[in-house]
């Protein structure tokens, strides 16, 4: 009778299935007919994680560049490969030369997070007016690469594509906030943090209407740290940039942020801390926090400090840019058996040169949903559809509104959305949708949205 009675539960289990599958096949060959596929394509993966089987494909093993979607993949891997225990480190040090003066070391490992007041909390563990021979930066970490490769130049001086080295303070960044004075005069200007390292050049105006668009541009072809404000000043505007050569930004605002405690920087340099110096203090940031920003903001810096930890692990250093691809794409053929041609540039997905098949990324979903390490930080890192990260403003008003767990990815011509769906039934849904060559970013994600609608219901 038991017998009897699993054999039925498991065959209407597989008709449900079955049915639900039909139905939903019909319902996206219906969308496929839209007119946005007359000059643009996609690739698309389903799979049912609870009963295990693909439940719809289209073109799945076309090669398609990933965008940021891409952060999945190396948010799997550095859980799988560095853990969850795992931290990334800025620490000082202090050394007595020999002729009894005090060298101070600041060591990196591109902590992607760290900010000012993580700055100051590591600098109050120095006692004020004391005068230090050397405040040395130890950037041995990495090399000196400081962009991926296949990554567009033009796309500098913004956030999203800092110089990267082994000290990131604030990011690389600096953000500079404009609001308008009176007619006619300069607007007021704030910049945080505030610094030195960079010139403010101030040219524009207040409450004129002269037709000169306001912007805040640094001069970043000449690798130039000037920030020139022109145009008119009609409204408070805010920008935030990165500062060409980052190492230096950090180490500059540290000896000010000293000096404004009365300690005295004789030098600064760049060298190896020695392996007899005394730790001082210690910042540790999670890996569960970096990948948090990682997928929840499409945080570039995010991903690409975790590509170069995954680098670490061949016990070099410095460590190679290519050195963290080379790992994510043993997990692909080993652990994930890719079927197909690849290619991992980076980890962020800024790389022109990333290709990746959504059948592919959706077993690595499928991966991280069976490990419950994995899967808890992913999914609780993910944006949420109509609340949270780029998916905020996407199907409030819907029946996805909240069941949509997705990381977005957007470069020109190119539209991404990977994640988990909760459907009605009780199941989860892993998806990938991978939109190529369309220059209606807009419509296409109003298309993904109706198939993440469908995946609901």
Known sequence: MITKTISTVFITFFLYTSVFAQSLSKSIDFLLKDTLFHDSDVSLAIYDLDADSMLYTYRENKLCRPASSLKLL???????????????????????????????????????????????????????????????????????VYWGPGWSWDDTPWEFQPYISPLMLCGGCVEVSAKPSSKGEPPIVECTP?????????????????????????????NCNTIRLRGDCNAPKSEKMNLYSSQNYFITVAKERLSEKEVDIKHCAFAETPTDATLLHQTEQPIADVIHEALMESNNLCAEALTYHLGALFGERPVHQKMGPEIIKAFLDYTIKA???YNIADGSGLSLYNYLSAEMLIKVLRHAYHNSDIFDVIYKSLPVSGVSGTMKHRTKNSSAYKKIHAK??????????AGYVQATNGHTLAFVIFNQNSMNSHAVRMWQDKVCTLLCK
């Open 74 to 144: 190396t948010s799997v891997v550095a859980l799988e490969r560095l853990g969850r225990d795992y931290t990334i480190k800025t620490s000082l040090y202090e050394k007595k030369n020999i002729s009894g003066g005090t060298n101070l070391y600041i060591k990196g490992e591109i902590d992607p997070l760290f900010n000012e007041d993580d700055l100051l909390d590591m600098l109050a563990t120095i006692p004020k007016k004391i005068s230090v021979d050397t405040l040395f930066a130890d950037c041995t970490f990495m090399d000196s």
């Open 194 to 222: 505030k610094s030195a390292f960079y010139t403010i050049v101030n040219e524009a105006v207040s409450y004129v209407d002269s037709g000169s668009k306001f912007t805040i541009l640094r001069d970043w072809l000449e």
């Open 339 to 341: 079927e197909t041609e």
């Open 408 to 417: 977005t990815g957007t470069v020109k011509g190119v539209c991404t959305l």
